[in-house]
């Protein structure tokens, strides 16, 4: 069982930055990916990012790609969104997540989730 807490979300103007922590407790295992989503009510949660949880191998939604910037520091347990050039659409709750083996942008395929954090861009 894994456990995730996310900090960092706030407010901020468009064209600034902010950075999501995720930290995980219970057992990472070698072959885990995480990732991070994010919700806008009434619409479906969308896919953002991913990394290789041992290799640090990336992948990014065109939405948010050369913009964010997904990390692990794995002596820490802990995720990392850096989220740079911020737009009023990039408002949501922003969700971290792991799950076993391959990289799926589907967030109906992940296993464990964290409890949001509100990210609020204005313009």
């Known amino acids: 069982q894994v456990q995730l807490v996310e900090s960092g979300g706030g407010v901020v103007q468009a064209g600034g930055s902010l950075r999501l922590s995720c930290a995980a407790s219970?057992?990472?295992?070698?072959?885990?990916?995480v990732g991070w989503f994010r919700q806008v009510p009434g619409k479906e949660r969308e896919f953002g990012a991913v990394c290789l949880w041992t290799f640090g191998s990336t992948a990014y939604a065109d939405s948010v790609k050369c913009r964010f910037t997904i990390a692990r520091v794995v002596v820490k347990s802990t995720m990392y969104l850096s989220m740079n050039s911020l737009k009023p659409e990039d408002t949501a709750v922003y969700y971290c997540?792991?799950?076993?083996?391959?990289?799926?942008?589907?967030?109906?395929?992940?296993?464990?989730w964290g409890q949001g954090t509100q990210v609020t861009v204005s313009s």
């Open positions: 219970g057992r990472i295992f070698s072959n885990y990916v």
């Open positions: 997540a792991i799950r076993n083996r391959a990289i799926v942008r589907d967030p109906s395929g992940w296993e464990y």
